[in-house]
């Protein structure tokens, strides 16, 4: 079979769809109980004080991985370990969503403030089990055109509760509009019913002791553990590190309206952003896991040297190829990241370790990423891009140092 043969084959494979579909129901819940749910609360004239209390609600989204063994061990039904997890959840989704719509803000914010809470966490195990089955049944070349496909979707879900929702609770209200976005749940529901899984039932966790210690056990006994570990958190430091203060650059830095950063960074950004994953996934195919993570991970080190660029010499139309190309190499290293991810994972227990490993990839933008604004204070913008690109090096190196270890779980 030669290379576009297995590029078309990847493109068109069923698994892919489902995919496309499973992402789309990961996205869709999680503006519902958080920035809409707010506008929503907001136009009712609850006080700030509650409307801000309501941000706990997203806490189960960082919290997951300490009920994702449960999802290992036990299989709902007689379904497959994945899809009954799936349906349950998205069911649970779809009818705390119409909860919230019966629900009258005025004189019902303890349900409302119940409900939302359920919904993000049925949400948050939907994600463990939908990021599980994608670990589970995507072959290695299947991984970055899946990723990238399933990144592109999870926004387009967060587009629909996000922007249309707020539209449509303006003009039709928000009681209806909250029915419709729990019936657009049964797209999920619908796909996880046909999604083609592998039956993972006899790889199952033998018990809950098995399914808490045996994912840290696995992964651990790996020689090269604590070097993937560090790997997972620099990989994409460099890129997260840029994106902390980009808008805050744009606007004060290079002095650009809130309009052009609007239309150019985070709209034509994220069209670009999706388009670089989405050929990254391909492109993957043909590279194999550990080049791509090395080409794309350069990639993403040195366009974040062309902000220092449009800082030193500001043009409109600079400003348009440097937050292009920055966003569409994001988009080609995300690709490869979430593919690394999914090919870090043991089928065994891939729901614990797939929530784990996202959850540390996330720890150096959590507690360095604040940093950034002290750092642009002491310096000035143009060393602040120096050092993003700087800081990107040592995940390129612990990717160099793990280059046996990727081409062997690449197969």
């Not at 808008?247 to 239309?263: C, K, N, S």
Request: a neutral charge; proline letters at 4%.
């Amino acid at each position: 079979m030669t290379r576009l043969q297995r590029m078309r084959a990847v493109a068109t494979s069923p698994k892919q769809l489902a995919v496309l579909f499973l992402g789309f129901s990961s996205g869709l819940p999680l503006l519902l109980t958080s920035g809409t749910l707010q506008a929503w609360l907001t136009m009712e004239d609850i006080d700030l004080t509650t409307i801000g209390l309501f941000a706990l609600v997203g806490l189960p989204y960082t919290l997951k991985f300490l009920w994702a063994p449960i999802l290992d061990r036990f299989a709902v039904g007689r379904f497959a370990r994945r899809r009954g997890w799936m349906l349950l959840t998205q069911s649970l989704i779809a009818a705390g969503l119409l909860g919230l719509a019966v629900s009258d803000p005025q004189t019902q914010i303890w349900p409302i403030a119940i409900f939302a809470l359920l919904v993000a966490f049925l949400s948050a195990t939907q994600d463990i089990a939908i990021d599980a089955w994608r670990t589970d049944t995507l072959d290695p070349p299947e991984r970055g055109l899946g990723a990238a496909v399933f990144v592109m979707a999870y926004r387009i879900g967060m587009l629909i509760a996000g922007s249309a929702a707020l539209v449509m609770g303006d003009h039709i209200g928000w009681p209806i509009t909250y029915a419709i976005m729990a019936s657009l749940m049964g797209v999920g529901m619908v796909t996880a019913w046909f999604a083609p899984e592998r039956d993972t039932r006899e790889l199952a966790p033998q018990s809950m002791r098995e399914a808490v210690i045996g994912p840290m056990k696995a992964f651990f006994s790996r020689p090269e553990a604590w070097m993937l570990i560090l790997l997972v958190i620099l990989y994409k430091f460099g890129d997260a590190f840029v994106g902390t203060l980009t808008t805050a650059f744009l606007i004060r830095g290079a002095g650009f309206t809130a309009t052009d950063v609007g239309l150019i960074n985070n709209g034509a950004g994220l069209i670009v952003t999706i388009v670089g994953g989405l050929f990254g996934g391909l492109w993957m195919v043909k590279l194999g896991l550990y080049r791509a993570l090395m080409v794309f991970g350069v990639l993403q080190a040195i366009t974040n040297l062309g902000y220092a660029w449009l800082y030193e010499w500001n043009s409109y139309g600079l400003m348009v190829a440097v937050v292009s190309l920055e966003n569409f190499a994001g988009g080609l290293g995300t690709a490869a990241f979430v593919a690394l991810l999914m090919a870090l994972c043991d089928k065994e227990y891939s729901a614990t370790q797939y929530a784990l490993l996202s959850a540390i990839a996330a720890l150096g933008r959590i507690y360095l990423g604040p940093t950034a604004g002290f750092i642009v204070e002491a310096v000035d913008w143009t060393i602040f891009f120096i050092l993003t690109f700087l800081a990107a090096l040592p995940g390129l190196w612990l990717l160099w140092c793990a280059r046996h270890t990727i081409h062997r779980i690449d197969q």
